[in-house]
């Protein structure tokens, strides 16, 4: 008798198991959330201004990087750095908007990117390729991550 029970509780324990897998994968992430419809318009079209500039200046550095042209990954990577909302465009009003529309985290990724925007600048001037490429590899993961995070609705094709 005791060799029955067994299979059952294995059986009913497999079924727990992926019964739980299918709800948890089913589940909507809890990180996203899209910021975008938070901000002012001010913001907005500043926010959408630097994007615009940063798409463009990554896409002239994956050109440098496969030419070899050091300099223009140099240039792009500093330019990408300072990018940020200029600080002379926004008023005191502006910032708690900001501050108020942009949690922690999304703050966070923005302030790490622009870091490794700087490092991919320096790794320009230093001719090293290889550190440009996984410095590349890692700015490319952070627009994915933030985007698909916090302005998932305009970006459909990243939801998980």
């Given at each position: 008798?005791?060799q029955?029970?067994?299979p059952?509780?294995a059986?009913?324990?497999?079924?727990?198991?992926?019964c739980?897998a299918?709800?948890?994968?089913?589940?909507?992430?809890?990180?996203?959330?899209?910021?975008t419809?938070k901000?002012n318009?001010?913001?907005?079209?500043?926010?959408?201004?630097?994007?615009?500039?940063v798409?463009?200046?990554?896409k002239?550095?994956?050109s440098a990087?496969?030419?070899g042209?050091?300099?223009v990954v140099?240039?792009?990577?500093?330019?990408?750095?300072?990018?940020?909302i200029?600080?002379?465009e926004l008023?005191?009003?502006?910032?708690k908007?900001?501050?108020?529309?942009a949690?922690?985290?999304?703050?966070?990724l923005?302030q790490?990117f622009?870091?490794?925007?700087?490092?991919?600048?320096?790794?320009g001037?230093?001719?090293?390729?290889?550190?440009q490429?996984?410095?590349?590899?890692?700015?490319t993961n952070s627009?994915?991550?933030?985007?698909s995070r916090?302005v998932n609705e305009?970006?459909s094709g990243?939801k998980?």
């Amino acid at each position: 008798m005791n060799q029955e029970i067994f299979p059952m509780r294995a059986i009913r324990n497999n079924l727990l198991i992926a019964c739980l897998a299918v709800i948890t994968l089913a589940a909507p992430p809890a990180l996203a959330e899209d910021i975008t419809s938070k901000l002012n318009p001010k913001l907005r079209g500043l926010l959408q201004q630097e994007m615009i500039g940063v798409e463009a200046a990554m896409k002239e550095i994956y050109s440098a990087i496969i030419r070899g042209n050091h300099e223009v990954v140099q240039t792009k990577g500093q330019a990408i750095h300072d990018s940020f909302i200029p600080a002379q465009e926004l008023t005191d009003k502006d910032r708690k908007a900001l501050k108020a529309a942009a949690p922690k985290a999304f703050l966070k990724l923005d302030q790490r990117f622009h870091k490794q925007a700087a490092k991919l600048a320096q790794a320009g001037e230093e001719g090293h390729t290889k550190k440009q490429k996984q410095l590349f590899d890692r700015m490319t993961n952070s627009c994915v991550n933030c985007h698909s995070r916090f302005v998932n609705e305009r970006f459909s094709g990243l939801k998980q």
